[in-house]
């Protein structure tokens, strides 16, 4: 069973930087099947693609996150982070940490499988 | 960027009744690459359909979907009380996604 588990601060202070990390079990996030992604939740609002990371170390991230996110992969622990510089108010959110599986058995784009159970971070003085 | 706007914003049905719930592309996505979420209150999203009208693991065959030309559409043939819920699209092109805003399916 694939169990993804976020860990990091649940309060940053404005203008510092949020990091986070996820903890994999049930898969290797070295695997060529899929990545690894974030998805944030502003409170009361939707889903807000962050970014993704492939097994190939390349990175992709939302258009306006892309200047102040980076995600990394630790191979040996089987792990990935999030870090998200100069952050604002507007960054106070649900983040999951989520596997993002785009060719599975069949050879089909499945999308965001597995979810974490989500941390909350708030960014406030 | 695809932007994608789901409606209605807010479904009032009753248990029993058929839910159909939209979601519009900005330009066109590949049935392929678009997908359905459910999130429960205080419960992360869960992948409810993925290449448009495929259900994703141990979902119940009330649920399916559709599409027509840039219209995706998800319907529950007779809502279960554990189906008033929010609803998201979701579209992957150019290795980069986006989610529609929601929809919520509420009890009248």
């Known amino acids: 069973q694939v169990q993804l588990q976020e860990s990091g601060p649940g309060l940053v202070k404005p203008s510092q930087t949020l990091s986070l990390t996820c903890t994999v079990s049930?898969?290797?996030?070295?695997?060529?099947?899929?990545?690894w992604s974030w998805i944030r939740q502003p409170p009361g609002k939707g889903l807000e693609w962050i970014g993704d990371?492939?097994?190939?170390?390349?990175?992709y991230y939302n258009p306006p996150l892309k200047s102040r996110a980076s995600i990394s992969v630790d191979t040996s622990k089987n792990q990935f982070s999030l870090r998200l510089r100069s952050v604002t108010a507007a960054d106070t959110a649900m983040y999951y940490c989520?596997?993002?599986?785009?060719?599975?058995?069949?050879?089909?784009?499945?999308?965001?499988?597995?979810w974490g159970q989500g941390t909350r971070v708030t960014v406030s003085s | 960027e695809v932007v994608l706007t789901q409606s209605p914003g807010t479904l009032s049905l009753s248990p029993g009744e058929r839910a159909t719930l939209s979601c519009n592309t900005s330009?066109?996505?590949?049935?392929?690459?678009l997908g359905w979420y459910l999130q429960r209150p205080g419960q992360a999203p869960r992948l409810l359909m993925f290449?448009?009208?495929s259900r994703a693991t141990g979902i119940p065959d009330r649920f399916s979907g559709s599409v027509s030309g840039r219209d995706f559409f998800l319907t529950i043939s007779r809502l279960e009380p554990e189906d008033f819920a929010v609803y998201y699209c979701?579209?992957?092109?150019?290795?980069?996604?986006?989610f529609g805003q929601g929809t919520k399916v509420e009890i009248k």
């Open positions: 989520v596997r993002h599986l785009y060719y599975d058995s069949g050879g089909l784009y499945r999308g965001f499988d597995y």
């Open positions: 049930g898969a290797s996030i070295s695997s060529g099947d899929y990545s």
């Open positions: 990371i492939y097994n190939s170390g390349s990175t």
């Open positions: 330009q066109s996505v590949s049935s392929s690459y």
């Open positions: 290449g448009a009208s």
């Open positions: 979701h579209q992957y092109s150019d290795s980069r996604s986006t």
